[in-house]
T-cell receptor, first 112, second 113 residues
Framework: DSGVTQTPKHLITATGQRVTLRCSPRSGDLSVYWYQQSLDQGLQFLIQYYNGEERAKGNILERFSAQQFPDLHSELNLSSLELGDSALYFC???????????FGPGTRLTVL | SQQGEEDPQALSIQEGENATMNCSYKTSINNLQWYRQNSGRGLVHLILIRSNEREKHSGRLRVTLDTSKKSSSLLITASRAADTASYFCATDLPSGSARQLTFGSGTQLTVLP
């Protein structure tokens, strides 16, 4: 158990819908990262937050947004969902930049 | 394209044999990390090697880094069936640029009992 929790585990929804994925980092970790893993794109970095502030952006679509709250949990919002958004979404946390990241179990999103 | 590329894409060996996976990358790095992922599960950090280090050991794992060739290798000795998983290298870029890990496409290791 990495200490990073993600909810929900599975999410099935329809195209055009909006969903929110939630992540709680390990106790004490200030950095939260979001990744998308799909068969054709592999593991893609989406966005990083550090102590509530956005610090790095990767291949995140404009339809996606994220935030980190004062209690350090983070949410990833995906809107106007398309079939191609079906993937595993991972959250990770770390105590410092560039160090070891601890991954949550992931949320499997299926868009029908 | 990916910063890190693993080779081979898939590797199948017998229990007790050694497994070697390679990773090549394109730009200067702060450190390089190896992660393991069991099917459909979260990634687990295995080992981190800094750009000024050449070799690192952790249990049955040995990682080497050659910054002149921009490559790293992960050696798993005396493999076990439980080592069956996907292995990813991830590069951390130097300070001043976006500090993010860029993952390779992974090597799928199958250890046959």
């Amino acid at each position: 158990d990495s200490g990073v929790t993600q909810t929900p585990k599975h999410l099935i929804t329809a195209t055009g819908q909006r969903v929110t994925l939630r992540c709680s980092p390990r106790s004490g970790d200030l950095s939260v990262y979001w990744y998308q893993q799909s068969l054709d794109q592999g593991l893609q970095f989406l966005i990083q937050y550090y102590n509530g502030e956005e610090r790095a952006k990767g291949n995140i679509l404009e339809r996606f947004s994220a935030q980190q709250f004062p209690d350090l949990h983070s949410e990833l919002n995906l809107s106007s969902l398309e079939l191609g958004d079906s993937a595993l979404y991972f959250c990770a946390s770390s105590a410092s930049w560039g160090g070891e990241q601890f991954f949550g179990p992931g949320t499997r999103l299926t868009v029908l | 394209s990916q910063q890190g590329e693993e080779d081979p894409q898939a590797l199948s060996i017998q229990e007790g044999e050694n497994a070697t996976m390679n990773c090549s990358y394109k730009t200067s790095i702060n450190n390089l990390q190896w992660y393991r992922q069991n099917s459909g599960r979260g990634l687990v950090h295995l080992i981190l090697i800094r750009s000024n280090e050449r070799e690192k050991h952790s249990g049955r794992l040995r990682v080497t880094l050659d910054t002149s060739k921009k490559s790293s290798s992960l050696l798993i000795t005396a493999s076990r069936a439980a080592d069956t998983a996907s292995y990813f290298c991830a590069t951390d870029l130097p300070s001043g640029s976006a500090r993010q890990l860029t993952f390779g496409s992974g090597t799928q290791l199958t250890v046959l009992p």
